[in-house]
């Protein structure tokens, strides 16, 4: 059934579907870990210095849910990195040298340092010290930053390779590893890829303390929870705007063709007008029903109104990425950056009228903002990945010549059970971690062992302190 089902597929297709389906499903979990994490460790750290219960409820409210999504995210990323050795034989042969290191250090400095620690964050609270806790829960939060650094150094280098030569049997090797790991694009991505992910946990926690606070506004829990989401939203959303910016301009000096695709720029010219909406259209090279600014694209790019923006029109036509991708997904993106920028600078004007927790209309909107940022990391990295085609390593290497020589319906008889089999599984840790956080943050049980011991009147109000 399934060789008449793929009979007459493309497998070069079928390859490429399969990794960005299992990638869409991998980020999404260390775009979430990364920014729990490092919650976690400020709630476990202004626990110690407070003494507030409402820290310790919140930290173990959210220690189960990091458990599960640390879980799904290493068992997802472990099933993607195989098809490097299945689909794309002929990439890992040529680019190894340089990516089998890279990806090394990720599991010799970052796994290790998760795993090392993990255990006692998850077990070791009231076994081992307080301090030995906190230390091993920063183990873990800087290991999943550590990941990040070294993976993305990877996707980087495919975007924009230094630091290389190639040898005698056409594979890259290193010639400046310094070069390889920090890479023109590499700290822009970096930075632009973990505020998202810090961006990403505080809408997940946002919308999980508006759906609480909906129920029960005196919720004291939700309440600690809403804020701190709210405070990382105003400060951390307008930064990722300005980043997101000198990443796009980075994106114009080294992917030009990447960056025509992102604004529908199929005609080099000055005074290029922004496109706001529109339909790009590949055969007429043109987009239809445009809604545009006109020269604010020259503004944005070369901070000129007159300067001449570069079109697709100044590469092959075999070189172009396929633009209505990349078009959408990049609005999709931004828009919903700038719609966390507007819920930051809302809930920060409530604030200041000492609304904050009674604003109904604020908390129905954080609950559907609540997975924006899984949305708009997946349309990030539809941007990066299919805007870079079609190249696998910028300018070096095709796509079509990186993929194994195998038939369609070996690579479509395993896409069909990635399918399947993720649905069942992710399925149920999803549906497992919502119900986690529909639970009463408030109801969270701490032991009597674990309970701070106020002295005094001072230490009684500073458990009981309110925002």
Same mark, same amino acid.
């Given at each position: 059934? @399934?060789?008449?089902?793929?009979?007459?597929?493309?497998?070069?297709?079928?390859?490429?579907?399969?990794?960005?389906?299992?990638?869409?499903?991998?980020? =999404?979990? +260390?775009?979430?870990?990364?920014?729990?994490?490092?919650?976690?460790?400020?709630? !476990?750290?202004?626990?110690?210095?407070?003494?507030?219960?409402?820290?310790?409820?919140?930290?173990?409210?959210?220690?189960?849910?990091?458990?599960? %999504?640390?879980?799904?995210?290493?068992?997802?990323?472990?099933?993607?990195?195989?098809?490097?050795?299945?689909?794309?034989?002929?990439?890992?042969?040529?680019?190894?040298?340089? =990516?089998?290191?890279?990806?090394?250090?990720?599991?010799?400095?970052?796994?290790?340092?998760?795993?090392?620690?993990?255990?006692?964050?998850?077990?070791?609270?009231?076994?081992?010290?307080?301090?030995?806790?906190?230390?091993?829960?920063?183990?873990? $939060?800087?290991?999943?930053?550590?990941?990040?650094?070294?993976?993305?150094?990877?996707?980087?280098?495919?975007?924009?390779?230094?630091?290389?030569?190639?040898?005698?049997?056409?594979?890259?090797?290193?010639?400046?590893?310094?070069?390889?790991?920090?890479?023109?694009?590499? +700290?822009?991505?970096?930075?632009?890829?973990?505020?998202?992910?810090?961006?990403?946990?505080?809408? *997940?926690?946002?919308?999980?303390?508006?759906?609480?606070?909906?129920?029960?506004?005196?919720?004291?829990?939700?309440?600690?929870?809403?804020?701190?989401?709210?405070?990382?939203?105003?400060?951390?959303?307008?930064?990722? *705007?300005?980043?997101?910016?000198?990443?796009?301009?980075?994106?114009?000096?080294?992917?030009? %063709?990447?960056?025509? %695709?992102? !604004?529908?720029?199929?005609?080099?010219?000055?005074?290029?007008?922004?496109?706001?909406?529109?339909? +790009?259209?590949?055969?007429?090279?043109? *987009?239809?029903?445009?809604?545009?600014?006109?020269?604010?694209?020259?503004?944005?790019?070369?901070?000129?109104?007159?300067?001449?923006?570069?079109?697709?029109?100044?590469?092959?036509?075999?070189?172009?990425?396929?633009?209505? @991708?990349?078009?959408?997904?990049?609005?999709?993106?931004?828009?919903?950056?700038?719609?966390?920028?507007?819920?930051?600078?809302?809930?920060?004007?409530?604030?200041?009228?000492?609304?904050?927790?009674?604003?109904?209309?604020?908390?129905?909107?954080?609950?559907?903002?609540?997975?924006?940022?899984?949305?708009?990391?997946?349309?990030?990295?539809?941007?990066?990945?299919?805007?870079?085609? +079609?190249?696998? =390593?910028?300018?070096?290497?095709?796509?079509?010549?990186? %993929?194994?020589?195998?038939?369609?319906?070996?690579?479509?008889?395993?896409?069909?059970?990635?399918?399947?089999?993720?649905?069942?599984?992710?399925?149920?840790?999803?549906?497992?971690?919502?119900?986690?956080?529909?639970?009463?943050?408030?109801?969270?049980?701490?032991?009597?062992?674990?309970?701070?011991?106020?002295?005094?009147?001072? $230490?009684?109000?500073?458990?009981?302190?309110?925002?």
């Amino acid at each position: 059934m @399934v060789e008449s089902l793929f009979s007459n597929a493309d497998a070069l297709f079928l390859a490429r579907v399969q990794f960005a389906f299992t990638v869409a499903f991998h980020i =999404i979990f +260390p775009a979430f870990t990364i920014g729990i994490a490092s919650y976690l460790a400020v709630l !476990e750290g202004l626990y110690l210095k407070t003494r507030n219960p409402v820290y310790q409820k919140l930290l173990r409210y959210w220690l189960k849910i990091f458990a599960v %999504a640390f879980g799904m995210g290493v068992v997802s990323g472990i099933v993607m990195s195989y098809q490097f050795g299945t689909n794309w034989a002929v990439f890992s042969d040529k680019a190894g040298p340089v =990516i089998g290191p890279l990806m090394g250090y990720e599991v010799l400095t970052a796994f290790f340092l998760e795993a090392g620690f993990l255990g006692v964050m998850l077990f070791g609270m009231n076994r081992v010290g307080e301090k030995l806790h906190f230390f091993a829960t920063l183990m873990v $939060a800087v290991g999943t930053a550590i990941s990040a650094f070294w993976i993305l150094s990877v996707n980087s280098w495919m975007q924009t390779p230094a630091g290389y030569a190639m040898n005698d049997v056409g594979q890259f090797v290193v010639e400046d590893w310094f070069a390889v790991v920090f890479n023109p694009s590499f +700290p822009y991505r970096l930075a632009h890829m973990l505020l998202a992910a810090y961006l990403t946990t505080a809408f *997940v926690v946002g919308g999980v303390a508006a759906w609480h606070l909906l129920k029960e506004r005196s919720n004291a829990a939700a309440r600690k929870m809403f804020s701190m989401a709210m405070w990382m939203a105003i400060l951390v959303a307008p930064l990722q *705007v300005f980043v997101g910016d000198l990443h796009g301009l980075n994106t114009q000096e080294h992917q030009p %063709a990447k960056v025509a %695709a992102m !604004e529908g720029h199929f005609k080099s010219e000055t005074q290029a007008p922004l496109y706001l909406f529109g339909m +790009p259209n590949m055969e007429t090279a043109e *987009v239809d029903y445009a809604i545009k600014v006109p020269g604010l694209a020259s503004l944005i790019l070369k901070h000129d109104v007159n300067a001449e923006v570069t079109g697709l029109d100044a590469f092959p036509r075999e070189d172009w990425p396929p633009v209505p @991708v990349v078009f959408w997904a990049f609005r999709i993106m931004v828009g919903l950056g700038l719609l966390m920028v507007v819920i930051g600078i809302w809930a920060g004007v409530q604030r200041a009228r000492g609304k904050l927790y009674e604003s109904s209309w604020l908390h129905k909107s954080a609950l559907l903002m609540a997975p924006s940022g899984f949305i708009a990391v997946i349309a990030g990295w539809i941007v990066t990945e299919v805007g870079r085609q +079609p190249w696998v =390593i910028q300018g070096l290497l095709r796509t079509e010549d990186a %993929a194994s020589p195998i038939a369609a319906e070996g690579v479509g008889g395993s896409l069909l059970a990635f399918i399947i089999v993720y649905f069942f599984v992710f399925g149920a840790g999803t549906f497992y971690i919502l119900r986690k956080m529909a639970a009463n943050p408030e109801q969270v049980h701490i032991p009597d062992y674990a309970k701070p011991k106020p002295v005094g009147m001072a $230490a009684e109000r500073l458990m009981h302190e309110e925002d």
